[in-house]
């Protein structure tokens, strides 16, 4: 693992790595064991920010993440959700066409592998899926859409994620589900954290 770390801020620090499969294994490690001080390990597509407080110090913060060996692949470290979806997207058919799949084939594929919550960011609740079938890897939608509902379900890249609120983007939508992933009221508001693990059902 080729860690880059940086000061941010009086009480963070910021881990930069080469491959998001480094910032899911250091993640998952400082999240199953925090190092003494660090209150909160945020993940993102090439970095991870710890957050530390007093009487932790940066150095001991810093010499304890790049002492961290992350184990071989992972578990749910947050729990599981189940999201069913009703695949009518309005990309079904030209992410068949770019993987060589069928419209029935695409949807097998995306619920019969678990998904992994890698990070979040875009939207609060919007998070970035991965470990699903590869078969589903496809570029981002040449022009974005003004408006993509809440709830959509969509691919972009090796990735899946299931849109929070009503905005723009430019994933392509094989779906939808009335699943809520993003609720200020709730505790906590994200249902899909990093960590997560999530399987996707065809609602009937």
Do not use: K
């Not at 007093?54 to 060996?69: D, G, I, Y």
């Not at 905005?167 to 809520?180: A, D, H, K």
């Amino acid at each position: 693992m080729n860690a880059r770390v940086h000061r941010c801020g009086e009480h963070a620090v910021l881990v930069e790595l080469d491959r998001l499969e480094e910032v899911v294994a250091l993640y998952d490690a400082l999240a199953a064991d925090p190092p003494p001080g660090v209150v909160d390990v945020v993940p993102a597509a090439r970095t991870v920010l710890v957050r530390f407080e007093p009487p932790a110090c940066r150095a001991a913060v810093e010499s304890a993440v790049l002492a961290v060996r992350p184990a071989g692949g992972r578990g749910a470290t947050s729990g599981e959700v189940v999201i069913p979806v009703v695949y009518d997207g309005d990309d079904l058919a030209d992410v068949a066409g770019l993987t060589g799949l069928t419209e029935r084939e695409v949807v097998a594929a995306h619920t019969g592998t678990p998904w992994t919550v890698a990070f979040c960011g875009f939207a609060p609740g919007f998070g970035y899926l991965i470990g699903g079938d590869p078969r589903l890897a496809v570029p981002r939608r040449p022009e974005a859409r003004v408006r993509v509902p809440a709830g959509a379900v969509g691919l972009a890249g090796e990735f899946s994620g299931v849109y929070p609120r009503e905005s723009p983007g430019g994933w392509q939508l094989i779906g939808r589900t009335e699943t809520v992933v993003w609720d200020i009221a709730a505790d906590p508001p994200a249902l899909l954290r990093p960590g997560v693990r999530v399987r996707f059902t065809e609602a009937r």
